[in-house]
């Protein structure tokens, strides 16, 4: 079943397109990420999704329903996101912040919580490591605790579709692992449709089954994990020289970057800038002396 399918899609920001072109599918049980450098749109298509985006275009079909004509409950009831920031309002407590997945599910608003309700707000606490937590505020968490909680609120909300923005971020290597070992459960277990962008390619490759590199806004290659871990096509999209090797606990390929070309790349651009700044010190020097 096609849960989620995208054609044309261009999203931005007072009317300036950021993603262009863009043309994807998501079934259920599959888990796709979107890759790419800074700047390259992952976030924007991420925000597109859920028609958070000023300027949008394309069509978008969400369980074969047009995404323009859903309403809020309507798309909460579909798709969950996990987004990059968030900064609530007021000082929530931890329950409160993943309960709040619970309303759209509600036929008489503030109706109170059903034994339904509690239950799965339970369950996503204690499969997101965040149950000894519930009582905490927000402002009391680090960046990782809150990562945590935003996935288990979108747990709690129950939909056959998750989107993660970099969910990866600002979580030690220990709960990188948990999280994305979590949405691999979610995905071969539950039947979920799992989108993330993500930066890191080895967590990537390993978790995820079909992978899409963006760049400058347009989806520059897609298809199967293994067939897009390769290092011609990593060094074109990211512009860093990379080796392949195979992961010996999943047999699966990952990169590891060529730190001396790098450094030297480095080295290079500064110089090229520094040089340029002399340049413009003494064209400068010169008009004043004329």
Same mark, same amino acid.
């Given at each position: ?46 925000? +597109? &999704?859920?028609?958070? #985006? !000023?300027? $949008? ?8 329903? =047009? @995404? ?85 609120? +979108? &747990?709690?909300?129950? #939909? !056959?579709? $998750? ?8 979580? =030690? @290597? ?117």
């Amino acid at each position: 079943m096609t849960l989620l399918q995208a054609e044309n899609l261009q999203a931005g920001y007072e009317d300036r397109p950021v993603i262009h072109e863009i043309t994807l599918s998501l079934e259920a049980g599959e888990f796709l990420a979107v890759c790419g450098p800074n700047g390259s749109g992952k976030s924007t298509l991420i925000k +597109a &999704l859920q028609k958070l #985006t !000023p300027f $949008l275009q394309g069509r978008v079909l969400v369980n074969g329903r =047009d @995404l323009f004509c859903l309403n809020h409950r309507q798309l909460a009831s579909l798709m969950a996101l996990v987004p990059q920031v968030f900064q609530p309002v007021f000082d929530y407590s931890v329950e409160e912040i993943v309960a709040m997945a619970r309303y759209y599910r509600q036929s008489i608003p503030f109706a109170g919580m059903s034994a339904g309700d509690r239950a799965a707000i339970e369950e996503a606490l204690k499969l997101t490591g965040t149950w000894p937590l519930r009582h905490k505020k927000l402002n009391q968490l680090s960046g990782g605790e809150r990562q945590r909680v935003l996935i288990a609120r +979108a &747990l709690a909300q129950e #939909t !056959p579709l $998750l989107l993660l923005d970099e969910p990866s971020s600002h979580l =030690d @290597l220990n709960f990188q692992l948990q999280i994305y070992s979590l949405l691999k459960y979610l995905q071969k277990e539950k039947n979920k449709a799992i989108l993330v962008a993500e930066h890191n390619l080895n967590l990537a490759a390993a978790y995820c089954t079909k992978m899409i590199f963006l760049k400058e806004g347009k989806i520059v290659a897609g298809g199967q994990t293994e067939k897009l871990m390769e290092k011609n096509l990593i060094q074109e999209v990211f512009q860093v020289e990379v080796d392949l090797r195979v992961n010996r606990s999943t047999g699966l390929p990952e990169i590891s970057l060529v730190h001396s070309a790098s450094r030297k790349n480095a080295q290079s651009g500064l110089k090229e800038k520094l040089s340029g700044s002399s340049e413009e010190k003494i064209s400068a020097g010169e008009k004043f002396k004329g």
